[in-house]
């Protein structure tokens, strides 16, 4: 047991220590403190267990990202293992009752030796787990199977022929057992001769679905291209009927212009239907220096502009939006001093309408972060840890129904801000983003977390590094917007990445450079908001794209300039 406990592969829980620990002797990838310590050559250091299980899927340090193997890791230099070995730490069975520290050095010694151990008591019928130092005593004084001492030999031995007589009738109830035993013995054996006939059955019926399902992938092949040809086919015949409405638009100006010379009442505008609201919500703006705003506006696609909504109780910027129940949650953020772990809601059929704060909270304070809404419940990816003053790595689940139960559901491979997160299938797949705020440390790689299984895997990864962009989801595919990569530069690319195979596609690019700006999709159609480049700073321009078309378009601007907003398609009240 004592070795179990002392030797799990990940790092040891700093909360075991006694005093503070320096941030050199913390494992990047499980948070814990070293133990078994290896290092790249540029000796960043790791558990032993976390950079082989790392190594399995990776070739590259998850620090510095040079190639590292298993065969090139290294010890730990001198110096580090000598002040591991001075740390003092809590015994694992300190919730046993074992008090104080020892040195980790002597921490294997300790454990093997405690007395606070848990052995079993070996008295025929008990079973029960006390401390080791505490089984003598338990074992001959107060276990209830103990043997007792002989105080009176004659009751013993009444006791013994009693004893003995239970002893026959229990060895005929066993005979007779026996007999019924091999009775059912016989009736297993029949079942077995039938189990083994329906697995024949059951053999033949797999090879026919194996068939089947060989014949659906090859289906499925057709169908797939088939439909991707009728989206093309589509999507040149929606620009065709667009140049002819442009055309029809025009020679109709021409022709009310002759009908209202000769005195005839011009045409009605046509009645606009199922209007598309998109809610674009607080970020920063700054001509001079940068604020954060509260303000909040309603941008429709059709009629092509932008209405004010209420306001947020507080000013916001990089925080996470997300709809749930048909009302609109703003999450975490920053009000330009500090960031919060409050929430607001929108509730749409609500008149008029108003912010509310709502009820649950996040467990840490956050900004640069990112939300999804799966089954009921919130879930929080990576973010600044506005407490503990550095990028997280940490997946929270809070539930949106009291009592807002809010839990730390795992660790990412590694910590991220400014990326994005996007839910596809029941699996969550975190693309790209930064560890510092800083493009030049700006990832390319993609991890998927299967919310079912609770696993972590890698996945093929961008084309470049890119962090500050925005994403939305096409069927399975995830359409990458915008941010900026490792140069410092602001980009106007738009990446197509597929979730089944990890491929890339690049879609054409947008008429404006954004790094933080805000995308929906309706349909087909991508729409993004402002944004920010180091030409033109904050932008209120807006353009959108019709996959399978050829460029993007760009419409009036919103009511502000903006960048590091969030939005969301309004949903139905």
């Known amino acids: 047991m004592a070795q179990r406990m002392e030797k799990d592969e990940q790092g040891y829980d700093e909360r075991?220590?006694?005093?503070?620990?320096?941030?050199?002797?913390?494992?990047?990838?499980?948070?814990?403190?070293?133990?078994?310590?290896?290092?790249?050559?540029?000796?960043?250091?790791?558990?032993?267990?976390?950079?082989?299980?790392?190594?399995?899927?990776?070739?590259?340090?998850?620090e510095c990202r040079e190639h590292l193997t298993p065969e090139t890791l290294k010890d730990p230099p001198r110096f580090m293992k000598n002040t591991l070995a001075?740390?003092?730490?809590?015994?694992?069975?300190?919730?046993?009752?074992?008090?104080?520290?020892?040195?980790?050095?002597?921490l294997q010694n300790h454990v093997d030796k405690c007395g606070f151990?848990?052995?079993?008591?070996?008295?025929?019928?008990?079973?029960?787990?006390?401390?080791?130092?505490?089984?003598?005593?338990?074992?001959?004084?107060?276990?209830?199977?103990?043997?007792?001492?002989?105080?009176?030999?004659?009751?013993?031995?009444?006791?013994?022929?009693?004893?003995?007589?239970?002893?026959?009738?229990?060895?005929?109830?066993?005979?007779?057992?026996?007999?019924?035993?091999?009775?059912?013995?016989?009736?297993?054996?029949?079942?077995?001769?039938?189990?083994?006939e329906m697995k024949a059955e059951s053999n033949k019926i797999k090879d026919c679905v194996d068939q089947v399902k060989v014949s659906q992938d090859e289906t499925k092949e057709k169908v797939d291209e088939m439909r991707r040809s009728q989206a093309r086919f589509e999507a040149e015949v929606k620009q065709q009927l667009e140049r002819m409405t442009e055309m029809m638009n025009q020679l109709l100006q021409g022709n009310n212009l002759n009908n209202n010379i000769n005195g005839a009442s011009a045409m009605e505008p046509a009645t606009v239907e199922n209007n598309q609201d998109v809610i674009i919500i607080g970020g920063w703006y700054g001509p001079k220096a940068s604020e954060v705003l509260n303000t909040v506006e309603k941008y429709n696609i059709v009629e092509e502009k932008s209405t004010p909504l209420p306001r947020l109780n507080h000013p916001r910027a990089e925080s996470a939006s997300c709809v749930y129940n048909n009302d609109v949650l703003v999450v975490g953020g920053y009000n330009g001093e500090e960031a919060t772990d409050t929430i607001e809601v929108l509730k749409m059929n609500q008149h008029p309408l108003r912010w509310t704060m709502f009820d649950g909270k996040l467990p840490v304070i956050l900004y640069s972060h990112d939300v999804i809404v799966y089954q009921g419940k919130l879930y929080t990816i990576g973010g600044y840890d506005w407490n503990k003053e550095k990028t997280s790595n940490a997946i929270y689940e809070i539930a949106l129904t009291p009592p807002y139960a809010a839990k730390l559901l795992t660790k990412m491979p590694e910590a991220r801000r400014n990326h994005r997160a996007e839910l596809v299938n029941g699996k969550l797949f975190i693309l790209g983003g930064t560890t510092s705020g800083l493009s030049k440390d700006a990832f390319d790689s993609v991890v998927v977390y299967d919310l079912t299984k609770n696993k972590f895997k890698p996945y093929p990864s961008l084309p470049q590094p890119v962090c500050g962009m925005s994403t939305?989801?096409?069927?399975?595919?995830?359409?990458?917007?915008?941010?900026?990569?490792?140069?410092?530069?602001?980009?106007?690319?738009?990446?197509?990445?597929?979730?089944?195979?990890?491929?890339?596609?690049?879609?054409?690019?947008?008429?404006?450079?954004?790094?933080?700006?805000?995308?929906?999709?309706?349909?087909?159609?991508?729409?993004?908001?402002?944004?920010?480049?180091?030409?033109?700073?904050?932008?209120?321009?807006?353009?959108?794209?019709?996959?399978?078309?050829?460029?993007?378009?760009?419409?009036?601007?919103?009511?502000?300039?903006?960048?590091?907003?969030?939005?969301?398609?309004?949903?139905?009240?």
Request: some cysteine; hydrophobic content about 30%; glycine content about 8%.
């Open 16 to 62: 075991r220590f006694e005093g503070t620990i320096s941030e050199d002797l913390f494992c990047s990838i499980c948070q814990g403190v070293l133990r078994n310590p290896r290092t790249c050559h540029k000796e960043h250091a790791f558990c032993h267990f976390c950079i082989s299980e790392h190594l399995r899927h990776s070739h590259t340090c998850p």
């Open 472 to 573: 939305v989801t096409w069927g399975h595919k995830i359409i990458v917007v915008g941010g900026g990569n490792k140069n410092d530069q602001v980009l106007n690319d738009v990446i197509m990445y597929d979730t089944e195979t990890g491929r890339s596609e690049r879609l054409p690019s947008m008429i404006y450079k954004r790094c933080g700006s805000s995308v929906v999709i309706m349909n087909d159609v991508i729409v993004v908001f402002g944004g920010w480049n180091k030409e033109q700073g904050d932008l209120n321009s807006v353009e959108s794209f019709t996959i399978g078309g050829g460029i993007w378009k760009e419409l009036p601007g919103m009511m502000e300039k903006r960048h590091n907003a969030t939005a969301v398609v309004k949903p139905h009240n």
């Open 117 to 196: 151990a848990p052995v079993t008591c070996k008295n025929e019928g008990c079973g029960m787990e006390v401390n080791k130092r505490d089984k003598d005593l338990h074992e001959k004084d107060l276990c209830e199977f103990r043997i007792a001492k002989c105080h009176d030999c004659k009751e013993i031995r009444a006791s013994q022929e009693e004893t003995k007589k239970t002893v026959e009738v229990m060895k005929q109830s066993q005979a007779e057992m026996k007999v019924e035993s091999n009775k059912m013995k016989d009736c297993v054996d029949q079942v077995k001769i039938t189990q083994d």
């Open 86 to 106: 001075a740390l003092k730490i809590k015994c694992g069975y300190s919730e046993r009752g074992c008090p104080g520290f020892v040195l980790l050095e002597s």
